[in-house]
């Protein structure tokens, strides 16, 4: 079964447009990625070639921040597709961050999790693929969105409480003028962090009738979608996504996959694999991304992939690698680049 990356992507047909305000051209864009010139015309397009466009307009606009935040105002809401025509037109903020989250789903590869805790939500930026993140402009793009998202659909000149980029991108000031908050580089993740209360601001552009037309038609797709992946992929995503801290229950997969526990132990049986054996490729796989990240200390990763004792996670990743994770990590990732002066990442919280 085809991984979450694997997946092809639609462009938004407005894409090529916005573009073309911006004064870059679609041939240009194709040229700079090294694709045929038919791509252009493709309603979709396979992940290596959504990634090589994005740096390519990335390249041709210059400088990281003024492309971001360009492309996301210049985008016009009359070429949104129905999976974003369904969270503009939600009844308020917090109701299409969420129809975001979860129609996000149809268009790989990007993925949202959304948490609300005291007076924030945070909306981290996920990828199906633990090895494979998208390009720095499409990071960027994608949370300048959902701050979009809600200026236009609350009609509001709305604030971040704080963007976090795991990579530095472009100017700062043209950054932190767009979103309204203080920008952070080097961070641990790439996450949006919002007021909660502004989530409660109607949404003037609400349409019950578009998204009674519009809900069922996404949800089918979404059901096509889910019936398509093999369990285990399923199973390994949510693993992925509970890690942080401790071993995920079975059960807690089960309930969030709609089945019981015997259920999905027998569906895995019939995918000649077990829970256990899909925990340990999950782990084996986030500690290889953790790792390429010398951001992360070792303790971090550990804690990370579900290990509270760091000597259970060197144990662990001597039979995934034959290696320390740090003699791992100083023959797979150079730190050389790194300064001394980098910014902290956030402390992780049980």
């Given at each position: ?12 047909p ?30 979709e ?61 149809l ?72 979103f ?25 552009s ?42 995920p ?19 895995l ?48 990743f001597r ?32």
């Open positions: 079964m085809k991984s979450h990356l694997s997946d092809r992507i639609k462009l938004p407005g894409f090529w447009t916005g573009l073309r305000q911006m004064g870059i051209t679609a041939h240009d864009v194709a040229r700079k990625a090294r694709l045929p010139l038919t791509i252009i015309t493709e309603a397009v396979t992940t290596a070639q959504y990634f090589a466009i994005w740096q390519a307009y990335s390249d041709l606009v210059g400088d990281l921040a003024k492309g971001i935040v360009e492309l996301a105002t210049v985008f016009e809401t009359a070429k949104y597709p129905p999976t974003v025509l369904a969270t503009y037109h939600a009844r308020d903020y917090r109701e299409a961050l969420y129809r975001m989250s979860r129609y996000k789903q268009c790989p590869p990007e993925g949202l999790r959304i948490t609300e805790e005291g007076e924030l939500c945070t909306i981290d930026l996920e990828w199906g693929n633990s090895l494979q993140t998208g390009p720095p402009m499409l990071v960027g793009i994608t949370l300048a969105y959902l701050l979009e998202l809600g200026r236009r659909g609350t009609g509001q000149p709305l604030r971040a409480r704080l963007v976090e980029f795991t990579e530095p991108m472009g100017d700062v000031e043209t950054l932190e003028a767009y309204g908050c203080r920008i952070r580089f080097g961070a641990a993740r790439n996450r949006l962090s919002l007021l909660r209360q502004d989530l409660d601001r109607p949404f003037i609400y349409n019950e009738e578009l998204l009674e037309i519009l809900t069922p038609a996404l949800d089918r797709s979404l059901d096509e979608r889910r019936n398509s992946r093999s369990v285990s992929d399923m199973v390994k995503r949510i693993m992925k996504r509970c890690l942080t801290g401790g071993r229950d079975i059960h807690v997969v089960a309930k969030e996959m709609g089945m019981s526990d015997r259920t999905l132990q027998r569906k049986t019939d995918e000649n694999t077990s829970y256990k054996q899909l925990l340990t490729q999950a782990r084996h796989e986030q500690a290889i991304k953790y790792l390429a990240d010398p951001l992360l200390d070792i303790k971090e990763v550990a804690f990370l992939i579900g290990y509270e004792d760091q000597n259970s996670f060197y144990r662990a039979m995934w690698e034959g290696d320390t994770p740090s003699n791992w990590r100083a023959a797979n990732v150079d730190t050389r680049s790194l300064s001394v002066d980098q910014p902290e990442i956030p402390t992780l919280q049980k």
